[in-house]
């Protein structure tokens, strides 16, 4: 009869045998468990080949790709990408757009889904609950293309609702695509139409799962609906919110591509403002066809996030052990 | 959540709290349809006051012309329809299938390399190469240029999907799983008899997540696919929206109809959620359940 105990202290060994037992443990497991590493094997062969395989690729953030000379000819250029990147400015105002919009994004976001999920999780009437977390739930469902269109119908210059309210007030020949400042407001609010629902729903299951007992005894002393939330649900949300905060300053720096990409296109004048390394990098490769930037800019961009989450969770983790990640 | 109590009248804090809540509530609410009503007016509005006076949340006129048109030359809209089907179907069978796999190996205790096997899965949302060896990953070294197959494969399986599956399995007590093997089931058998019998809203719950990212899929078609006829539906929106050739090449000439270029995008939006629009009510619950669970885990 098979019995996982076993085997597990049989491949443990002693500190003395352990490598030898380890390689032994290895194929042991391998045979007695044959069958599920089988089960996970199309996983990890996916991860290998989508996943681990590009990582080798930023050798080419090191070359100066060209398709001719393909992917092992072309020139070795050693820092020379990133030297341009930097001396540019284009590194610069690229990290600086895409964590100023991801701090807007992270801080927004978070306060209003709290708020949100603050008042949802205690709003007399439950019909209307359901209903308005319908409503707010439904952008998250649509594609970016949709929000495309939505924006297209606004600000087009033809027939845009915006574009025209503007010319009946006086300002004619108002393009939106041309004027760079109201983008990050449009962006910011774009975002935060599409990811409310999505965040209301991780704060109402951290609310729920604040017990009751915590309500009624601050009731029976008296405290009000407002000295509830302030005094027990936001600090037992801070936990959710903390995790939150750390998975998203990981990504500080990946941006959300569909919306940038699908709300500013291809508009050169709203760069500037609206850039982020996403798009930048997207662009020197359907654009540009600089493949050796973009490469760069790309491994810039996951080597900053991975530091940086690091960094991050072991800070935390010094100071308070359970927030950390890992 | 709130606590039962009798209490008939409400207090002062309660009608203050409600009065703030409700307006707000609905106010946002009202703000997260606006678009779709836009989007769904313009699309029903009289192409030629669209051109005169822009679209408008509440048209003077009303004209089916746009999705006339749409009906009446359906070719490239069965074609988009095709593709998106095609993809969804066999991405979502296709990543259900791994990803449950997966989340039952992780699952099980007695399966010494899980932790590794978990990080090793995790680490990718850490550190990623970079789109563009993925491009050329894709495109130069697995030849899947124009292939709907570089579509599905790009969307099968995410970290995310995998936790949230074993998450799911959890509620799985080892006992069963103990029992059917002491019946005789090797591993495999264990997981289809026992395990996936549990487990439907749990695949339900994945399955729904794998279909709606295929649905609106744009990104992989945008890098992928040059031929126009294979373009699934968003994809195929976005071009009407953005080149000018493409909303030429839409407007064949139909008889007794005149082009109707604004709401056409309009109503081609329409077209292309409008699926999503019509199964959201049964299925969100299973999208709030498995963000719930999915964000349990931390």
Not at chain 2, 170 to 173: G, L, T
């Given at each position: 009869m098979y019995n996982p105990t076993t085997t597990i202290k049989k491949a443990s060994g002693n500190g003395q045998r352990k490598e030898k037992s380890a390689r032994i443990g290895f194929f042991l497991e391998l045979k007695k468990n044959k069958i599920l590493f089988l089960m996970i094997a199309p996983v990890l062969i996916y991860f290998v080949v989508f996943s681990y395989l590009p990582m080798v690729g930023v050798y080419f953030a090191f070359t100066r790709f060209n398709f001719n000379d393909g992917l092992f000819g072309s020139p070795f250029v050693g820092f020379k990408n990133f030297k341009f990147l930097f001396d540019t400015g284009t590194l610069l105002y690229l990290t600086k757009n895409t964590i100023l919009y991801n701090i807007a994004f992270i801080l927004l976001g978070n306060s209003l889904s709290i708020t949100v999920a603050i008042l949802l999780s205690r709003v007399a009437n439950k019909t209307f609950k359901r209903l308005t977390q319908s409503f707010m739930f439904f952008p998250f469902f649509i594609s970016y293309v949709i929000v495309n269109t939505f924006s297209y119908a606004m600000l087009n210059s033809g027939t845009g609702v915006f574009t025209r309210l503007l010319a009946s007030v006086g300002?004619?020949?108002?393009n939106a695509y041309s004027t760079p400042g109201i983008w990050k407001y449009i962006i910011v609010s774009v975002y935060l139409w599409k990811t409310l629902g999505y965040g209301t729903v991780i704060y109402l299951a951290a609310i729920t799962g604040i017990s009751d007992e915590y309500y009624e005894a601050a009731q029976v002393d008296g405290a009000t609906i407002f000295q509830q939330v302030r005094y027990i649900t936001i600090p037992l949300l801070v936990p959710t919110f903390i995790i939150l905060l750390l998975l998203a300053i990981g990504g500080i720096?990946?941006?959300q591509f569909e919306l940038f990409y699908q709300l500013v296109g291809s508009n050169g004048q709203l760069f500037e403002a609206t850039d982020i390394l996403d798009t930048y990098v997207f662009r020197m490769l359907?654009?540009?066809?600089?493949l050796g930037i973009g490469a760069a800019a790309g491994l810039y961009q996951s080597l900053f996030g991975l530091v940086l989450i690091l960094t991050v969770n072991y800070v935390i983790r010094k100071y308070q052990e359970d927030y950390a990640l890992f | 959540m709130k606590p039962r109590s009798n209490r008939v009248r409400k207090t002062r804090d309660e009608i203050l709290f409600n009065g703030i809540a409700f307006p707000f509530l609905a106010v946002l609410s009202l703000v997260c349809f606006l678009p779709f009503l836009l989007i769904i007016t313009a699309s029903l509005t009289n192409n030629n006051e669209v051109v005169r006076?822009?679209?408008?949340?509440?048209?003077k006129s009303f004209s089916l012309d746009a999705y006339r048109y749409i009906f009446f030359v359906p070719g490239k809209l069965l074609r988009a329809y095709g593709s998106t089907l095609f993809v969804t179907a066999f991405g979502t069978v296709g990543g259900l299938v791994l990803i449950s796999m997966a989340g039952y190996v992780l699952h099980r205790?007695?399966?010494?390399y899980r932790n590794k096997i978990s990080f090793f899965i995790y680490f990718t949302t850490l550190f990623s190469g970079g789109i563009i060896p993925y491009y050329i990953l894709m495109t130069s070294i697995l030849g899947l240029r124009n292939s709907l197959f570089a579509v599905i494969l790009a969307g099968l399986v995410t970290p995310f999907q995998i936790i949230l599956m074993r998450n799911f399995m959890?509620?799985?007590?080892y006992e069963l799983i103990e029992a059917a093997k002491i019946d005789g089931a090797n591993d495999f058998r264990t997981f289809t008899d026992v395990v996936l019998h549990l487990q439907k809203p749990a695949l339900a719950t994945i399955g729904l997540f794998l279909a709606l990212g295929y649905w609106n899929n744009w990104y992989s078609p945008m890098l992928f696919l040059n031929k126009a006829e294979l373009y699934p539906l968003q994809y195929y929106l976005y071009t009407l929206l953005t080149s000018e050739q493409a909303i030429q090449e839409a407007g064949v000439a139909v008889e007794g109809l005149i082009f109707p270029g604004e709401t056409l995008k309009m109503a081609m939006a329409v077209v292309a959620t409008g699926p999503v629009l019509l199964v959201y009510p049964y299925v969100q619950k299973y999208f709030v359940r498995g963000i719930t669970i999915g964000a349990v885990k931390g």
């Open positions: 300002i004619e020949n108002f720096l990946r941006g359907r654009v540009t066809f600089d | 006076e822009g679209f408008k949340l509440i048209p205790k007695d399966f010494r959890k509620n799985v007590p």
